[in-house]
Nanobody, 121 residues
Framework: QVQLVESGGGLVQAGGSLRLSCAAS????????MSWFRQAPGKEREFVVA????????YYADSVKGRFTISRDNAKNTVYLQMNSLKPEDTAVYYC??????????????WGQGTQVTVSS
């Protein structure tokens, strides 16, 4: 079992920035690709970005490309999502996910509990 705990969500003004963190348990963190998903009220959960186990490969949804940056620190068992130029449509619950495979859709092997991000207009 892998436990994932997100933090860093909150309320931010449009155009502002926020950094999310996801702390993972386990001894084999670097063997997992890590992803961020988000779910807005009344909508399906959608893919945001993924990063490979070693951090060398990333894949971004078009909606966040150029604004969001994913990174990971395997020594700390932590993945980050730096969000810049935030828009109201970025408002959602953001979920951290871990998967042994390199893929960009649900299902994932493990999920965090989510953290709320609200962008005011």
């Amino acid at each position: 079992q892998v436990q994932l705990v997100e933090s860093g969500g909150g309320l931010v003004q449009a155009g502002g920035s926020l950094r999310l963190s996801c702390a993972a348990s386990g001894r084999t963190f670097s063997s997992f690709a890590m992803s961020w998903f988000r779910q807005a009220p009344g909508k399906e959960r959608e893919f945001v970005v993924a990063i490979s186990g070693g951090g060398r490969s990333t894949y971004y949804a078009d909606s966040v490309k150029g604004r969001f940056t994913i990174s990971r620190d395997n020594a700390k068992n932590t993945v980050y999502l730096q969000m810049n130029s935030l828009k109201p449509e970025d408002t959602a619950v953001y979920y951290c996910a871990a998967d042994r495979r390199w893929r960009f859709t649900a299902p994932m092997d493990y999920w965090g509990q989510g953290t709320q991000v609200t962008v005011s207009s």
